[in-house]
């Protein structure tokens, strides 16, 4: 019997499995704790809380497509011209616009491997070519990618700090490496995590880029501002680059309540900051246990750990969710876990400590 004909698609699409949710885990004392997608484990401040109900009154009219009052509320805390800024259906929304403005055949982008998973899916969707540069130490190889950029380079990612790893590179590093990469390319610099570096040299994106006019800054209301269901994220980068970003925009993406719940937590900053601060407290608190048991635990300066486990990653992975614990395993390379609530914390590394192997230098 011959097959009938369906309808064609891209061939790209071949390359990628289909969505699949996630399973829900849970202890044997019925408890969850979700450690798996970097988010903040505490729920909207009242004032954003207030924002959100009052903006669900009018959700039958359309957001503002400009979204004029965000881009000015940002502007005005980031000290950043308004031109300079484009708000997208968070920064994986503006990752798809730059790679809308940028991507075609022949055109290469180039980033870290492993890296954040968005890269590859979206450089793909884009018909553009990935470059994918090793991770050396647990972080970014800036001197090979330097060597990897070709005449067809269009775009670098330099994720800042790196998920899954949770590792920086340094200022003098950062600068020597944008030395290198011709004019016509331009780097993307994502910060998604800047809120919760303490390590003073790593450089903040929005300090480089004014004397760099290839250079974009991408920053997020995921995470530390505790927006993740919203999707709101953000980009600044010259005017050239803002408006060739902003050209790719689907109309109406960053919805009139995630418009608004993001103003209100930017007002809000400093009571934000202080919950970062709490979270980086533990991400100390949960390295500095996991080190005195015996684990190989790269620096991190994000609400993450990465534990390198190789061939044992999804046997770890299964214990915690044995525990009630959801991790992000990368099978045969290893785990992300998110820095939660002190109690998730506590569940983490009690299953980690039960663990009968611990990882080591590769
Ligand atoms: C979480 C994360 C983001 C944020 O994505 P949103 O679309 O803003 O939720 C961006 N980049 C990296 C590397 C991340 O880990």
Redesign the pocket.
């Known amino acids: 019997m011959s097959e009938a004909p369906t309808p064609r698609f891209r061939s790209v699409l071949d390359r990628f499995q289909p969505y699949r949710p996630g399973k829900a885990v849970v202890s044997p004392e019925g408890k969850s704790f979700k450690l798996s997608s ?1 988010e903040s484990p505490h729920g909207p401040l009242p004032s954003v809380l207030s924002t959100i109900a009052d903006a669900a009154l009018r959700v039958n009219r359309y957001p503002d497509n400009g979204c004029v009052a965000l881009v000015e509320a940002i502007a005005d805390h980031h000290k950043v011209p308004a031109d300079h800024i484009v708000v997208g ?5 503006v ?1 798809q616009m730059l790679l809308e403005a940028v991507g075609e055949p022949g055109a290469e982008v180039l980033y870290a491997w492993r ?2 998973e ?1 890269y590859p899916l979206l450089v793909a969707l884009s018909g553009a070519t990935p470059v994918q540069i090793p991770l050396t130490g647990e972080t970014h190889d800036l001197a090979a990618m330097a060597e990897a950029i070709t005449d067809r380079t269009r775009l670098i990612f330099v ?1 800042n700090p790196n ?1 899954p790893t949770g590792t920086v590179v340094r200022r003098a590093e950062l600068e020597a490496f944008l030395d290198r990469v011709p004019a016509d390319c331009l780097v993307v610099l ?1 910060e ?2 800047r809120e919760y570096i303490r390590d003073a040299e790593v450089p903040d994106g929005l300090d480089l880029y004014p004397d760099r006019p290839n250079l974009a800054i ?1 920053r ?4 530390a501002y505790g927006l ?1 269901g919203l ?3 953000f980009m600044v980068a010259h005017p050239r680059v803002a408006e060739a970003v902003r050209k790719t925009y689907l109309p109406f993406t960053v919805n009139a309540i995630a418009q608004a719940a993001a103003i209100a937590s930017l007002a809000a900053t400093d009571e934000l900051l202080e919950r970062v601060e709490g979270t980086v407290k533990e991400r100390e608190r949960v390295r500095d246990a996991l080190l005195s048991d015996g684990w190989t635990v790269p620096p991190s300066e994000a609400n993450f750990v990465w534990l390198r486990l190789g061939e044992r990653t999804m046997e770890f992975s299964a214990a915690c969710d044995a525990q009630g614990v959801s991790v992000r395993p990368f099978a045969g390379e290893g785990v992300r876990v998110s820095i939660g609530a002190p109690e998730e914390n506590a569940a983490f590394l009690a299953v980690a400590r039960s663990f009968p192997h611990r990882n080591g230098p590769e």
């Open positions: 970097n259906c968070g920064s994986v929304g990752t890296s954040f968005a994720c998920n994502d998604a995590y991408l997020t209301f995921s995470k993740a999707r709101t994220g």
